[in-house]
């Protein structure tokens, strides 16, 4: 039998958010009434999967922050009508970030949510610029984490992704086949090089699938992250004390090996990516963890829900 489970990259789409329906519709019409569901569709597939909590988040798309806000209020809604089954993270403006980190503190102490979710960029602008520092400032002031979540390529960005094949397969090429996640992991490292992790040395930020890329390289990136400035805190602590990483989206345990040869078992969650993979193939993963050598039942049990317990102030119920 498998422990309880937690999931915490689990999306959502808002008809609040003008342009994301259309946008989802187009990209994955197939997953459009997952998507939209708050309800007893999401509860289905929720026990289908054996999960106990889902941590729910809006899909990537740049909202301003009045539609920001109202997406949040629904989320919240659909929290409070299942409080033990749906938590929520914010979904913040970025581009704004004074009223970013306005809004994650409203839904943190007014809605309860246990953190945000936020895009992995602003068309191309990444947030190693201390203008978007107030949002990690605030994050940190209210003891929540940050999940850093990968976006789709900007117009900008398209053309590194496209070559002597259709324009699908670019499309791929930059979603998840690739550059969602090399993108992500590129991220940490602009922000580990910029000092926010001296700065704001007790911040927690999340990023998923595996550790996006960073751990296969993680031996390679050490060294060579000592020539990038004088630094209270090298790259190693950074990582095993402000990163936790989710599994999401992967369900083999080639990539959970290496990552646990890098990363501290208190870091790794368990999380699906639903509805763009689906609870019962992460079910499958858990019971395929269970029967290797990979980790002990103690340890399972960290990385099902005792992990996302501590660092988000949730409990399982049932």
Known sequence: MAPPLITLEEHFVSGKIHGATDRYQ????????????????????????????QVMSHTPVNAPADECRQANDELAEACRSHPTRFAG???????????????????????????????????????????????????????????????FASEAMLPHYKGNYPDKTAFGLSTAAWGWHTETGLHILRLFASGLFDKLPSLKIVIGHMGEMLPFAFDRILPMS????????????VWHENIWITTSGYFSLAPLACLLQVS????????????????????????????????????????????????LKVRVEG
């Open 89 to 151: 993270f914010a979904m913040l403006p970025m581009h704004e970030p004074a009223a970013a980190a306005d809004e994650l503190e409203r839904t943190v102490k007014q809605l309860g949510f246990v953190g945000a979710l936020v895009n992995n960029h602003i068309e191309g602008t990444f947030y190693d610029d201390e203008k978007f520092w107030p949002v990690f400032e605030r994050a940190v002031e209210l003891d929540v984490p940050i999940c850093l979540h990968p976006t």
């Open 264 to 311: 501290s078992i208190d870091k790794i969650m368990y999380s699906v990516d639903y509805p763009f993979s689906m609870n019962d193939k992460g079910l499958a993963f858990v019971k395929e963890m269970q029967g290797s050598d990979l980790v002990n039942d103690e340890q399972l049990e960290m990385i099902c829900y005792k992990n996302a317990e501590r660092l």
């Open 226 to 237: 000592k020539g990038w400035g004088d630094r209270e805190r090298d790259l190693k602590m």
């Open 26 to 53: 187009a990209a994955f019409g197939e997953l459009l009434p997952k998507l939209q569901s708050l309800g007893e569709e999401r509860l289905k597939d929720m026990d289908d999967g054996s999960l106990n909590l």
